[in-house]
């Protein structure tokens, strides 16, 4: 077809390992505009196990991390924890500790784990590898071109390089090639088709909000839908249009009135009961990096129930595992 399309079956002025390598260059762009999307089509995974160092090595093929899990019963069971990726200004606040691995960076084939974990621990990488190099397949071997109009991309595009080494016009192909590639950008995008993105948070060191539960705690049982009643006034229904659309978008933001707590000292093992001024319970705490230069191991910071404790006027915190008294800054809402 990439013959076809630009009416050079019969010609011989491209060979066929030409042909392969326009198709394979051609192919490269296609995988890296439908990875751009985010809605992990090309995807893989693969585990990797600590040696005693806090050093795993990428796999050869490796293009782009999705995400590090620590399988906490190794791969017997489906127990697992994110871990977190740090910033390069973050690298020495958990350098030199051992523990559990709680985060992670990324540099060049290398992934440093922070505390360095004991040996053994089994992690799973999922990642988006490396385009394929179609000049290794053969002529009856299928790729994945996602769908019609990445064919339609993989064809045109082949088009624009063959015509291009002829010195031919290509304008009509780069207009039909780039359209295509519109068109599969944005059914890539929609794979989830019904499934609008959600908003996720994860906290340092591992605490994930799970995007669903936000949508049914926050938004559906804590904020009413506005009544809905037309006005005969064109102009007063306008403004209650425009009132209720402001309404809809505020029900949309995960914060929209909180509280922020700088150096609540957490002593270790114990339950801190945190003031904050908003007057309901069930308040989350999004907490910061722990503030600790001693510790020796790297524990952790969590937000507990508490019966004992007016919700309406406190949120308990605890740190556990640290081995002293730590610091953290909690954004309350």
């Known amino acids: 077809m990439c013959k076809q399309q630009p009416d050079m079956e019969g010609q011989e002025s491209i060979s066929d390992g030409e042909w392969a390598r326009m198709i394979s260059t051609v192919y490269g762009e296609l995988y890296g505009a439908v990875a751009d999307s985010g809605m992990r089509y090309f995807e893989t995974a693969t585990t990797l196990v600590a040696d005693g160092t806090n050093v795993l090595s990428e796999p050869s093929d490796h293009l782009a991390t999705v995400g590090l899990d620590y399988l906490v019963t190794g791969s017997s069971t489906g127990e697992r924890r994110a871990l977190v990726e740090i910033m390069a200004q973050e690298r020495n606040r958990l350098s030199g500790l051992s523990g559990e691995a709680r985060a992670f960076s990324l540099v060049d084939d290398r992934i440093l784990l922070f505390p360095t974990p004991p040996t053994g621990h089994v992690f799973e990488l999922v990642y988006i590898p490396q385009p394929p190099k179609l000049t290794s397949f053969g002529s009856g071997d299928a790729v994945d071109v996602v769908g019609p109009d990445g064919e339609s991309f993989l064809v045109w595009g082949v088009t624009v390089l063959a015509k291009g080494k002829e010195e031919s016009d290509v304008s009509l192909a780069k207009q ?18 019904n499934e609008p993105r959600r908003p996720a948070s994860m906290s340092q060191y591992g605490w994930a909000m799970d995007a669903a539960d936000w949508w049914e705690r926050v938004v559906s049982r804590r904020l009413q839908a506005p009544v809905v009643i037309r006005l005969a006034d064109k102009d007063a229904e306008r403004v209650r249009q425009s009132h209720a659309e402001c309404i809809g978008e505020l029900q949309t933001i995960p914060v929209i009135r909180g509280t922020l707590r700088r150096d609540i000292e957490l002593p270790d093992g114990v339950n801190v009961p945190v003031p904050h001024s908003l007057g309901r319970a069930g308040v989350t705490a999004w907490l910061s990096v722990v503030q600790s230069d001693e510790a020796a191991t790297v524990g952790s910071v969590i937000q507990i129930s508490d019966a004992t404790v007016d919700g309406t006027k406190y949120v308990v915190l605890r740190a556990s595992g640290w081995g002293q008294t730590v610091h953290v800054d909690a954004w309350i809402f």
């Open 176 to 193: 039909e090639r780039d359209a295509a590639k519109a068109r599969l950008v944005e059914w890539a995008a929609m794979r989830a088709f």
